[in-house]
Every structure is written in structure tokens, then in C-alpha cells.
T-cell receptor, first 113, second 115 residues
Framework: NAGVTQTPKFRILKIGQSMTLQCTQDMNHNYMYWYRQDPGMGLKLIYYSVGAGITDKGEVPNGYNVSRSTTEDFPLRLELAAPSQTSVYFC????????????FGPGTRLTVL | AQSVAQPEDQVNVAEGNPLTVKCTYSVSGNPYLFWYVQYPNRGLQFLLKYITGDNLVKGSYGFEAEFNKSQTSFHLKKPSALVSDSALYFCAVRPPSGSARQLTFGSGTQLTVLP
């Protein structure tokens, strides 16, 4: 049981480039989340999903897109990378969303130059 | 909208001494409260949560937290700190109803346990 896995671990992008951050969970969780972590700022929710085919915006969705075609996968897409998107990105999942613990992946450190 | 405050960016404690990491919150209704820990270059790991019931919650690695409704606090405590407890600690809160977007994290407290 690998839990939540994320790829890549590190990535450097040039301004205007695009990329997809991959997230997969093998716990059959319904809910999945994408957060970004900036120094001294805690975690901010970018997007979340309550099941395959259903996604919704979080607190900071601008510049990002998501899809959820399967229960296991929840990729995050950056279309036109900007320096403001330099951050550490965490994917998480939970069985239910109200009282359940969220399980986090190891993170992707993204730098946009 | 709810909010979480972790008033101390950094807490230093000697090994073997008790430790406290502070958290206060603002939310409508009875809150759901969580503590997570982050070790260097790792994702967040769940420590404990308060949903309802006994105000004293026990969690992983000997940590506990006390829910104090009148003071709107949920401080994390451990009777005897270990050097291996050194990490970044996050408090989080969400209201009892509402969508998943309403889990709010504090800014984090860096705990350093000195040998």
C-alpha cells in the first residue's frame, strides 16, 4: 500500500511553459486535494475533488486546472507557468471529507524562472 | 470564514522538558480540529484530531491536545520532548458543516528540541 504518490519530486520551469503534476492514491479514497505551501504561509487549497468526474475550486485556483477521470488519479495542470507559482505542491486524499484524516503525498518542489 | 492562528513561528525546548505548541481558532459552530506534523522534505502526517467528546485528545508519538471552547484554543502538548520531535507543526480547523474547501491550516510552528 503506497498511499499517496506524487511525481516529479522536483522541477524547474521557464516562464510560460506548461506541466502536469501527477498524483495517485491506492487507498480507494473518494476525496482528493491539491495544496500549495509557501514559506510562512501554511497550506492553501488549490482544487479538490469529491469523486471521479467531480472537481471544484479551492482558495487559490487561478493558473491551475485539474481533472479526475479515475478514483486513483488527480493530476494538476499548470498551463502558463509564472514565477508566482514557485512553491511546494502537495496532493492529499481522504475517504470522507468532513471528519476524516487527510493523507499527504511527499510533495513536488516547483521553481519557475 | 474560519481562521487559525499559530502565534509562535518557532518554539525551542530542551530534550526531556514538556512542550506546548499553541493554536487558536475562529469558526462558526463546533469545530473539527486537527494537528499535522511535517518532517523536512516530507508531506504532512496526521497527529490527532478533535471532533466531539472528551476535550483531551491523545494522538501519535505521545502527543496530546486539549480543546478549550471558552478560549477557542487547541494547544498541542507532550510531557517529555525528544530530539526526533523537531519538525514543523500545523494546526487546522473546519466547521462542522460545509465543503472540503473549508479546511483551513495555520501558518505552522517550527519546533526544535535541543539535546
Amino acid at each position: 500500500n503506497a498511499g499517496v504518490t506524487q511525481t516529479p519530486k522536483f522541477r524547474i520551469l521557464k516562464i510560460g511553459q506548461s506541466m502536469t503534476l501527477q498524483c495517485t492514491q491506492d487507498m480507494n479514497h473518494n476525496y482528493m486535494y491539491w495544496y500549495r505551501q509557501d514559506p510562512g504561509m501554511g497550506l492553501k487549497l488549490i482544487y479538490y475533488s469529491v469523486g471521479a468526474g467531480i472537481t471544484d475550486k479551492g482558495e487559490v485556483p487561478n493558473g491551475y486546472n485539474v481533472s479526475r477521470s479515475t478514483t486513483e488519479d488527480f493530476p494538476l495542470r499548470l498551463e502558463l507557468a509564472a514565477p508566482s507559482q514557485t512553491s511546494v505542491y502537495f496532493c492529499a486524499s481522504s475517504f470522507r471529507q468532513s471528519t476524516d484524516t487527510q493523507y499527504f503525498g511527499p510533495g513536488t518542489r516547483l521553481t519557475v524562472l | 470564514a474560519q481562521s487559525v492562528a499559530q502565534p509562535e513561528d518557532q518554539v525551542n525546548v530542551a530534550e526531556g522538558n514538556p512542550l506546548t505548541v499553541k493554536c487558536t481558532y475562529s469558526v462558526s459552530g463546533n469545530p473539527y480540529l486537527f494537528w499535522y506534523v511535517q518532517y523536512p522534505n516530507r508531506g504532512l502526517q496526521f497527529l490527532l484530531k478533535y471532533i466531539t467528546g472528551d476535550n483531551l485528545v491523545k494522538g501519535s508519538y505521545g502527543f496530546e491536545a486539549e480543546f478549550n471552547k471558552s478560549q477557542t484554543s487547541f494547544h498541542l502538548k507532550k510531557p517529555s520532548a525528544l530530539v526526533s520531535d523537531s519538525a514543523l507543526y500545523f494546526c487546522a480547523v473546519r466547521p462542522p458543516s460545509g465543503s472540503a474547501r473549508q479546511l483551513t491550516f495555520g501558518s505552522g510552528t517550527q519546533l526544535t528540541v535541543l539535546p
